[in-house]
């Protein structure tokens, strides 16, 4: 069950990108041109699902980011619809590891990481954690 609050503020945290109706990718971040048709692509936004894997990370120790509790996760993820993001993925890092379902959650609005990693107030956790 999700909080009542959640779901009314969901729409803000979707992933968005793009899809090319020539060629059927879709890209994240959102892009204005198609990098494999160019010119002749036909670009309209999409919004990604919230479920994906992981498929590498890295445990962050050490940053200049002293807003982020350490140690914690950067993961790149495959969404099931295609494009891969990178993350943070909230976790243990003894639980991480390739390959795991990942899903989508709110992330407290004013947190986003300084690196630039860090995209729109999303993060991941593992898809069976509550
Ligand atoms: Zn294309």
Request: proline letters at 6%; a positive charge.
């Amino acid at each position: 069950m999700l909080p009542r609050f959640w779901r009314k503020i969901k729409y803000r945290y979707d992933l968005v990108g793009s899809y090319c109706e020539n060629c059927g990718r879709s890209f994240y971040p959102p892009r204005n041109v198609c990098p494999n048709c160019r010119r002749k692509s036909n670009i309209r936004e999409i919004r990604f699902g919230d479920c994906g894997k992981v498929i590498s990370y890295s445990v962050v120790h050490d940053s200049e980011n002293t807003r982020m509790r350490k140690p914690y996760i950067v993961a790149m993820i495959k969404l099931d619809d295609g494009p891969v993001i990178t993350s943070q993925l909230v976790c243990s890092p003894d639980e991480v590891q390739t390959g795991m379902r990942v899903r989508k959650v709110f992330r407290k609005y004013g947190e986003e990481g300084e690196s630039g990693i860090i995209y729109y107030g999303t993060k991941f956790v593992p898809a069976d954690s509550e």
